[in-house]
Nanobody
């Protein structure tokens, strides 16, 4: 059974940093495209970034470029999202997502593309 478990969320002051982790089980990250989404209250889900099975990063949401970095540790079957210079508008529930069987597919920023979702972790940026 495919399972994604996020951790690392919390309350942080503006300008601070957090690193989110996503531990995968039931499948191998190495062979699949993995991404991060977020959803703020009253807003639609938006794709933050996606990293391909090859290890290349395909996109970043414009509002996080230069501040967020996606990475993966295949040995630990874990994906990370390093978030720096956090802003109040980054406040949202952050989700780890995966598309199983996507080793040779391009990534997508559409939520419909991903077949597995984690339960989400809350990130609150406030002073």
């Amino acid at each position: 059974q495919v399972q994604l478990v996020e951790s690392g969320g919390g309350l942080v002051q503006p300008g601070g940093s957090l690193r989110l982790s996503c531990a995968a089980s039931g499948f191998t990250l190495l062979a699949n495209n993995i991404g991060w989404f977020r959803q703020a209250p009253g807003k639609e889900r938006e794709g933050i970034s996606c990293i391909r099975a090859s290890g290349s990063t395909t996109y970043y949401l414009d509002s996080v470029k230069g501040r967020f970095t996606i990475s993966r540790d295949n040995a630990k079957n874990t994906v990370y999202l390093q978030m720096n210079s956090l802003k109040p508008e980054d406040t949202a529930v952050y989700y780890c997502v995966a598309r199983v069987g996507s080793a040779f597919q391009p990534c997508s920023n559409s939520p419909d593309y991903f077949t597995s979702w984690g339960q989400g972790t809350q990130v609150t940026v406030s002073s």
